[in-house]
């Protein structure tokens, strides 16, 4: 019997932003002992685009689904990528998670920043899945 290789494609939701780092204290979220973070990523990555496809089909590829979440401190890897896309702090901050209707415009905000920076053409590597 001949074992086949099989390889294996995660998604795995890139963490794009931490805010609130430089004063871990200000911002708990469920629990006074766990200091928490509040982080933008990419939940859906857009796909591939080719030359011979139409304005509106690479329109259609290029959407970005972001997220907006709160992470424990002991959960993020610090890595040396790092990608500096400025979200408006007003609209993306600690009180979105009291109304589900702010949390939308924090995930909008997100969408709209990670959309202009992806049609830019820069940290290509950001908006690709990883493959491990």
């Given at each position: 019997?001949?074992?086949?290789?099989?390889?294996?494609?995660?998604?795995?939701?890139?963490?794009?932003?931490?805010?609130?780092?430089?004063?871990?204290?200000?911002?708990?979220?469920?629990?006074?002992?766990?200091?928490?973070?509040?982080?933008?990523?990419?939940?859906?990555?857009?796909?591939?685009?080719?030359?011979?496809?139409?304005?509106?089909?690479?329109?259609?590829?290029?959407?970005?689904?972001?997220?907006?979440?709160?992470?424990?401190?002991?959960?993020?890897?610090?890595?040396?990528?790092?990608?500096?896309?400025?979200?408006d702090k007003t609209v993306v901050n600690k009180?979105?998670?009291?109304?589900?209707?702010l949390k939308r415009k924090a995930r909008r905000?997100?969408?709209?920043?990670?959309?202009?920076?992806?049609?830019?053409?820069?940290?290509?590597?950001?908006?690709?899945?990883?493959?491990?």
């Amino acid at each position: 019997m001949r074992r086949r290789k099989s390889s294996i494609t995660v998604h795995v939701s890139s963490v794009s932003h931490v805010f609130q780092s430089d004063s871990p204290q200000t911002f708990c979220y469920n629990y006074s002992w766990a200091f928490h973070a509040l982080v933008a990523g990419i939940d859906r990555y857009p796909r591939k685009v080719t030359t011979s496809m139409g304005k509106k089909k690479i329109a259609k590829r290029s959407k970005i689904k972001a997220f907006v979440k709160v992470f424990n401190y002991n959960h993020l890897m610090p890595t040396r990528y790092s990608v500096d896309i400025p979200l408006d702090k007003t609209v993306v901050n600690k009180d979105v998670f009291r109304d589900p209707a702010l949390k939308r415009k924090a995930r909008r905000e997100a969408k709209v920043k990670f959309e202009e920076r992806y049609k830019t053409g820069k940290n290509k590597w950001f908006f690709q899945k990883l493959r491990f």
